[in-house]
């Protein structure tokens, strides 16, 4: 019954912005960590950024460090993540997965987390 849903991946420009969001259903969404993850063709699934239950701890990858901004509306079971500064190796689908909160960060690793959403497609062209 847990589903986690992306949305908001679209073809952009270098250097635009885009906001992905996440809805989660089944679960009670106070309760869990969420994190963002990539996966581009040819290449391993990464760690992007995580965020707390209760939003107060978030922890990003270096490649996106001061470009994205994770952020979470427990009120709406919705994660989102603002992307600027967009460059095309940022490429990739993006999928969010929940892992049962515990508020210890950082959560780096795919395998922590027990909820995937199917992904939404990101891609940033030159």
């Known amino acids: 019954q847990v589903q986690l849903v992306e949305s908001g991946g679209e073809l952009v420009q270098a250097g635009d912005s885009l906001r992905l969001s996440c809805a989660a259903s089944?679960?009670?969404?106070?309760?869990?960590?969420m994190g963002w993850f990539r996966q581009a063709p040819g290449k391993e699934r990464e760690f992007v950024v995580a965020?707390?239950?209760?939003?107060?701890?978030?922890d990003y990858a270096d490649s996106v460090k001061g470009r994205f901004t994770i952020s979470r509306d427990n009120a709406k079971n919705t994660v989102y993540l603002q992307m600027n500064s967009l460059k095309p190796e940022d490429t990739a689908v993006y999928y969010c997965?929940?892992?049962?909160?515990?508020?210890?960060?950082?959560?780096?690793?795919?395998?922590?987390?027990?909820?995937w959403g199917p992904g939404t497609q990101v891609t940033v062209s030159s």
């Open positions: 997965a929940a892992a049962f909160g515990t508020a210890r960060l950082p959560l780096r690793s795919a395998y922590e987390y027990a909820y």
């Open positions: 089944g679960l009670t969404f106070s309760n869990y960590d």
């Open positions: 965020i707390s239950w209760s939003g107060g701890s978030t």
